[in-house]
């Protein structure tokens, strides 16, 4: 995994940190569990999509977008499966909290694309 996508993984997990941390002082713990849970499936899908998208050093155009469109399935399937089980297991789960944390962690995601 290169640089670049290192970074970008560890400033997701910085914003889940502190998305988690407001959460806390403004709503209390659960909300802030709930919070670090969702931003939680947002650096850990990148992580995902980051180690399936791993192509070589000048490899075709076609072979990336290939692998670009698997990463990105598999990415779904597993965002999918990660959501599915924490409503199935954390009850308590408190949902405003669990997706403000997620698209906390998708906002670098997507502000990364655009700046790297």
């Known amino acids: 995994m290169n640089t670049a996508v290192r970074k970008i993984i560890l400033v997701q997990i910085a914003v889940a940190a502190l998305i988690a941390l407001l959460m806390s002082v403004v709503l209390g713990k659960l909300a802030a569990i709930s919070a670090l849970t969702g931003g939680s499936i947002g650096f850990i899908t990148a992580l995902v999509y ?8 000048g490899a075709e155009a076609k072979k990336i977008v290939r692998a670009h469109y698997g990463a990105e399935a598999y990415k779904l399937a597993f965002t999918m499966l990660l959501f599915a089980l924490v409503f199935k297991e ?7 909290p669990l997706f403000i944390g997620y698209v906390g962690t998708l906002v670098v995601y997507w502000a990364a694309l655009i700046f790297v």
Do not use: R
């Open 50 to 57: 980051a180690k399936k998208m791993s192509t070589p050093q």
């Open 90 to 96: 954390f009850k308590a789960v408190e949902a405003l």
